[in-house]
């Protein structure tokens, strides 16, 4: 997923002067779906068990919308203000927010493989933002 992420990336870069970012993330949704459908018809056993209802419509439509789209939207627009590698590296600090808000908010156990996870993860944005800090990637 890793690699895909990044050849997204970069395949915006490609195409983002030609067209509007929202297009972008459609026509992503689109070939993604389009892609995916296969892959649910061999997972059929699985399709079979989902009950449609109108709270699993609701469900799907705020995924697809609010998390899937809007991200891709928020991302693509990100890349076009900040470019790729500083976009790259902030995504990063997600796991970083996650255990902070984890231990403040949900009141999760503290461990210091949190904290030495959270270090490597700042030590390695870090050493990506500043090695090589004239390129744009």
Not at 33 to 42: C, K, T, Y
Not at 69 to 80: R, V
Not at 104 to 128: H, P, Q, R
Request: charged share 10%; glycine share 4%.
């Amino acid at each position: 997923s890793v690699l895909m992420w990044i050849m997204y990336s970069f395949a915006f870069k490609k195409v983002k002067h030609k067209y509007e970012t929202s297009f972008i993330v459609y026509k992503t949704f689109i070939y993604g779906v389009l892609f995916l459908i296969p892959v649910m018809l061999l997972e059929h056993s699985a399709v079979l068990q989902i009950q449609i209802n109108v709270q699993t419509i609701l469900n799907i439509l705020f995924l697809a919308v609010v998390c899937s789209y809007m991200g891709y939207y928020f991302w693509n627009i990100s890349l076009e203000k900040a470019g790729v590698k500083i976009t790259s590296n902030l995504i990063l600090f997600i796991p970083v927010i996650s255990i902070t808000t984890g231990i403040i908010v949900l009141k999760e156990s503290f461990s210091w493989n949190m904290v030495f996870s959270a270090v490597l993860i700042l030590v390695g944005a870090y050493l990506t933002s500043v090695s090589n800090a004239e390129s744009e990637f």
